[in-house]
């Protein structure tokens, strides 16, 4: 990857401070697919070129898919259009020279260029013959492959989280609804207007059409719904529907949603008039950026508009903006948090937030057997940090609950399994009335 120098960016090394990796230091680092090494083997305010090698555990598992989730744990706060020392450079668009030297190309000999092309990249991709010595065979399913073009740092990752894996065709982990959630808050602002929607959706939720359609869907928000056809409700819809319910029934007023991502429960519970007053709270500007436009709130009546509330906040921080509500939600969020980090989240929650209650959604670790393609230890979603089983979460929440003066109940989300229970765990913490 090379940033070279434009006037808005003068000094190209700057781009250290957007990736978090300091151009005088090697990291290697070793993640689920293998071993990953980053360096700078050149660094001036001209020219700086980053180098990612992956060396892959599996030689069978897919070389970009694989490249796709290393990028997003190497760089997740740049992917995520996050740099708190220098967040002047975050939206700055940067002249980018992008390369892979052997990039699946399969199905089509320009499906690089149809995918990247309409997105503003020029596209250069020189097939790979099967042998140099052998040019009767033809070429193979590979491409030398170089990207160039002018964009922020954020846009143009997010662009190769996406699209590796659809060049691969494959991957090389369970694909589920999380997927299709990531695949939206990767590529909702662009993904709805590209010529290969379709294709590009397929491939990367491994051609399960009710996922594709369920992603499709929410990039149109205004798309015309079936509704002459029944479906049962989605995992995803299910989890809304019982934080909901459980909204209700402890008589929440006022409410917070703590990682709302790009919006979907906030949207039903703007729905609900007995919610009062709605604040939607997540560490990832680009996320309330979505959760704004799809919650269209610069269209918003005032009276409606003045319910709710964008906030840029961590799980991890004490904000005293997250203090005095009815109910905090946390849904599918402490398992994208480091173990070590976790107490963090629990301090900011329950000891300086310390709403009256709080309801925790996270996987059941158990479940995920049931999942084909899900491989034995590995977790259900890449950006999971750990993944708790019933027992495990049990005793988490008793202990989090004695510690901080709340009474806690457990229960499952979405189809039950007699061995495995279900999918989705949430815990239900109500603070005790002495403690108030």
């Not at 990736?19 to 070793?30: A, E, I």
């Not at 709805?192 to 399960?208: F, K, N, V, W």
């Not at 209700?248 to 409410?255: M, R, W």
Request: charged share 25%; aromatic share 6%.
């Amino acid at each position: 990857m090379t940033a070279n120098a434009t006037t808005d960016f003068p000094d190209t090394s700057d781009i250290g401070y957007l990736l978090h990796k300091h151009p005088d230091r090697v990291l290697s680092r070793n993640l689920p697919m293998g071993a990953a090494t980053v360096l700078y083997p050149e660094v001036s305010a001209e020219r700086t070129t980053l180098a990612v090698l992956l060396d892959a555990i599996d030689d069978k598992s897919p070389a970009a898919s694989g490249l796709a989730v290393a990028l997003s744990r190497l760089f997740k706060q740049a992917l995520n259009g996050v740099c708190a020392t220098r967040p002047e450079l975050v939206s700055v668009a940067i002249d980018l020279t992008m390369s892979m030297p052997a990039a699946p190309s399969r199905g089509a000999t320009d499906l690089t260029s149809r995918l990247f092309g309409p997105l503003g990249w020029n596209v250069e991709a020189t097939p790979i013959p099967l042998d140099p010595t052998q040019p009767e065979w033809g070429n193979s399913e590979y491409v030398d492959l170089v990207l160039t073009g002018t964009f922020t740092l954020s846009a143009a990752l997010r662009h190769l989280y996406v699209l590796l894996p659809v060049l691969d065709d494959a991957k090389h982990y369970w694909v589920g609804e999380d997927e299709a959630d990531k695949l939206v808050r990767a590529a909702g602002d662009w993904l709805g207007d590209h010529p290969e929607s379709s294709l590009i959706a397929s491939r990367y939720l491994a051609h399960r059409r009710e996922l594709v359609a369920s992603a499709l869907d929410r990039l149109v928000p205004d798309a015309p719904q079936d509704d002459t056809t029944p479906r049962d409700p989605t995992l995803a819809e299910q989890r809304v529907r019982t934080v909901l319910a459980a909204l209700t029934d402890v008589g929440a007023k006022s409410v917070i949603d703590l990682g709302c991502g790009e919006g979907r429960l906030l949207r039903e519970l703007l729905a609900d008039s007995t919610f009062e007053r709605i604040v939607g709270a997540d560490v990832s500007d680009r996320a309330l950026a979505k959760a704004h436009r799809r919650l269209r709130l610069d269209d918003m009546a005032d009276r409606q508009r003045t319910r709710i509330e964008l906030l840029r906040s961590s799980a991890t921080y004490r904000d005293v903006r997250l203090q005095g509500f009815d109910a905090m939600v946390l849904m599918e969020v402490i398992e994208h948090v480091d173990l070590d980090r976790l107490p963090a989240l629990v301090r900011s929650v329950f000891r300086e937030a310390r709403p009256r209650t709080v309801l925790v959604t996270t996987p059941n670790s158990e479940y995920n057997v049931l999942y084909p393609g899900l491989e034995a230890g590995a977790f259900r979603h890449v950006d999971h940090r750990f993944e708790f089983t019933r027992a495990e979460f049990e005793q988490w929440g008793s202990l989090v609950a004695h510690e901080h003066a709340y009474e806690v109940r457990v229960e499952g989300i979405g189809p039950v399994d007699d061995t495995h229970g279900t999918p989705t765990q949430m815990a239900v913490f109500t603070r005790k009335e002495q403690s108030q």
